[in-house]
Nanobody, 124 residues
Framework: QLQLVESGGGLVQPGGSLRLSCVIS??????????IGWFRQAPGKEREEVSC????????YYSDSVKGRFTISKDNAKKTVYLQMNSLEPEDTANYYC???????????????WGQGTQVTVSS
């Protein structure tokens, strides 16, 4: 059974930056065989996909709302996926969830397992 644990959320002012981390554990795991990504859900809104990274580093998907501001990366040795978030806006406020499954550049993720989430609040 795979476990995904997010960290790095918090309160940040508009224009600021945060880096989210997702540590994945459970059985022998090679991240190069999986797609891993980030979703977010704001109060009263549906969960939306933010970004994912596929079986190679050239397979990356970003939603239009974060393209150019967020960067996804992974460290297979640490079994960790990161989401660097720059130029944060109040509209980025949400609970951010890590997910594992498959990822394509065009369609994003098909999710197999979810993390519990980490809250990001962008406010002055």
């Amino acid at each position: 059974q795979l476990q995904l644990v997010e960290s790095g959320g918090g309160l940040v002012q508009p224009g600021g930056s945060l880096r989210l981390s997702c540590v994945i554990s459970g059985r022998t795991l090679d991240l190069d065989y999986y797609g891993i990504g980030w979703f977010r859900q704001a109060p009263g809104k549906e969960r939306e996909e933010v970004s994912c990274i596929g079986t190679s580093d050239d397979i990356k998907y970003y939603s239009d709302s974060v393209k150019g501001r967020f960067t996804i990366s992974k460290d297979n040795a640490k079994k960790t996926v990161y989401l660097q978030m720059n130029s944060l806006e109040p509209e980025d406020t949400a609970n951010y969830y890590c997910a594992i499954g498959s990822c394509t550049v065009v369609d994003g993720m098909a999710v197999r397992s979810w993390g519990q989430g980490t809250q990001v609040t962008v406010s002055s």
